[in-house]
Nanobody, 130 residues
Framework: QVQLVEAGGGPVQAGGSLRLSCVAS????????MGWFRQAPGKEREGVAV????????YFADSVKGRFTISQDNAKNTVYLQMNSLKPEDTAMYYC???????????????????????WGQGTQVTVSS
């Protein structure tokens, strides 16, 4: 059974940093697409960053470019989201997601289509205060 378990969320002041982790288990890692999405109250779920686990290609939402990075540790089956220069508008529940059926689309399309991901974590809350 595939499981994604996030950790690392919490309260932080504007300008601060957090690192989220997503530990994946229950499958044999290959060339997959892993991503981070977020959802604030009253808003739709939006893609933050995705990484192709085979090539290492990464894609970011415009709102987080230059502030967030996504990385992977294949030995630990873990994907990280390093968030720097956090802003109050980054406040949301952050979800890890996996599309284990294919690599990330070369055009970055996975960032915009949450339904392409077939496994989701339970989420971790990030709250940025001003």
């Amino acid at each position: 059974q595939v499981q994604l378990v996030e950790a690392g969320g919490g309260p932080v002041q504007a300008g601060g940093s957090l690192r989220l982790s997503c530990v994946a288990s229950g499958y044999t890692a290959g060339s997959d697409c892993m991503g981070w999405f977020r959802q604030a109250p009253g808003k739709e779920r939006e893609g933050v960053a995705v990484i192709d686990t085979g090539s290492g290609r990464t894609y970011f939402a415009d709102s987080v470019k230059g502030r967030f990075t996504i990385s992977q540790d294949n030995a630990k089956n873990t994907v990280y989201l390093q968030m720097n220069s956090l802003k109050p508008e980054d406040t949301a529940m952050y979800y890890c997601a996996a599309d284990l059926r294919r690599s990330c689309r070369l055009d970055g399309g996975h960032l915009y289509v949450p339904s392409w991901f077939n496994y989701w974590g339970q989420g971790t809350q990030v709250t940025v205060s001003s």
